[in-house]
């Protein structure tokens, strides 16, 4: 049988090598472009801003976290829970015990240096709790990374000193007391927004806000920390949303419905980026202030704020009630592996009133 027509014999090496030339091409386009989606990359979590009016603008960065091949082969990897939510209606994270890898989040936040700033407000008798809180905080709160201890007090010769680990500072910032409680509650939404746009955005990455008259109990690290995170509150974690003790007044800005309602959060243990957290107490201390004017005090105060505000804007991240707990109140159930910031016994009223 003749050659077919239009091909001829003696042109056939020539062809191959077209063939091998364009195969050669089609493997380098896929090493350039498609290195990008095949690589271990992580989007930078947060750039140190140098201003408030930079928060936004700066641009997102890559880096290649490099790990031991062995970690994915020997049980290291996240174990799927199946007896807890771990998932949001709005796709977010629910963080529990046995849903991160701790080994993975501390290499790649190192990689982007972070520091971390944790404030608690050790107002009149509160001081009492400060020790114990700094203490079980170097033993427990992000070991490993940097952080600022940031502590707003009305009393600052009395804050304890507490050796503190290598890259840990700890800030003293003074404040004016006030006669109720309930007031050193709400101010403190105030003053965190303040400090933001004073120093904050300067200083840290991410901002944790805790409250003083707990202790930490076991890790806390930097598995909690996202753009903006809330904590479920330990009493409503398994409730239904009709039972949470949102501002159920109309005339309040913490105002929700019956109908309405994704968790309640509690007040003693939230953060996120700097400037989201600026954005956050911000928006609840000028809520606070219209309540005020129309002579309106929400029900639980700033944490009904911060409820209606994570209500509008969804965390990107939620703490389960591990990083919350009142063992005395509410004894350890078995869906909860580790009970890592929980409440110290006090007597609240002796402790407010004093």
Known sequence: MGPTPGYHLAGKPQYCSLRLVAFLLIILLFVFFGAGVLSPRMLMLGTRQEGAGEAAGKPISLHVVTLPRYSVFKGHLPISRKDVLVLTPWLAPIV???????????????????????????????????????????????????????????????????????????????????????DVSMRRMEMIGSFCAQRFLREVDFLVCADVDMRFRDHVGVEILSQLFGTLHPGFYGAAREAFTYERRPQSRAHIPRDQGDFYYMGAFFGGSVAEVHRLT??????MMADWANGIEAVWHDESHLNRYLLDHKPTKVLSPEYMWDEQLLGWPAIMKKLRYVAVPKDHQEIRHR
């Open 96 to 182: 529990w015990e046995g849903t991160f890898n701790i080994d993975i989040l501390n290499e790649q936040f190192r990689v982007q240096n972070v520091t971390i700033g944790l404030t608690v407000f050790a107002i009149k008798k509160y001081m009492v709790f400060l020790k114990l809180f700094l203490e079980t905080a170097e033993e427990h709160f992000m070991v490993g990374h940097k952080v600022n201890y940031y502590v707003f007090t009305d009393r600052p010769a009395d804050v304890p000193r507490v050796p503190l680990r290598g890259g840990r500072r700890l800030l003293v910032l003074e404040v004016p007391g006030a006669a109720r409680w309930q």
């Open 282 to 287: 911000t928006a609840c201390h000028q809520a």
